[in-house]
């Protein structure tokens, strides 16, 4: 297994930035495809961006492209979005999540573990 825990989320105003880390412990972290999703209010959980293993490759919604950045650092088994030229619209709880098996996915059946999410508020 893998624990995961967000830190990072805050309140910004719109265009600026914020970094989310999220820190895994437990099982080795290069085991596991990584990614970010978010949920906001009465809506459903989206997918935010992916990466693989040795974070060699990448993969992000058509809404935070160009925008977002996603990372990781096996070495300190922590995973990163860089969010830059924020908008309201990004206003959500923000998620990681690690996937076993397979490729990096969009799809959030595919995770097995989760953290609990750290609040994203951007202002207008």
């Known amino acids: 297994q893998v624990q995961l825990v967000e830190s990072g989320g805050g309140l910004v105003q719109a265009g600026g930035s914020l970094r989310l880390s999220c820190a895994a412990s437990?099982?080795?972290?290069?085991?596991?495809?990584m990614g970010w999703f978010r949920q906001a209010p009465g809506k459903e959980r989206d997918f935010v961006a992916s990466?693989?293993?040795?974070?060699?490759?990448?993969d992000y919604a058509d809404s935070v492209k160009g925008r977002f950045t996603i990372s990781r650092d096996n070495a300190k088994s922590t995973l990163y979005l860089q969010m830059s030229s924020l908008k309201p619209e990004d206003t959500a709880v923000y998620y990681c999540a690690a996937k076993t098996l397979g490729l990096k996915s969009r799809s959030s059946d595919e995770y097995d573990y989760w953290g609990r999410g750290t609040q994203v508020t951007v202002s207008s």
């Open positions: 437990g099982r080795t972290f290069s085991r596991y495809a």
């Open positions: 990466i693989s293993r040795n974070g060699g490759s990448t």
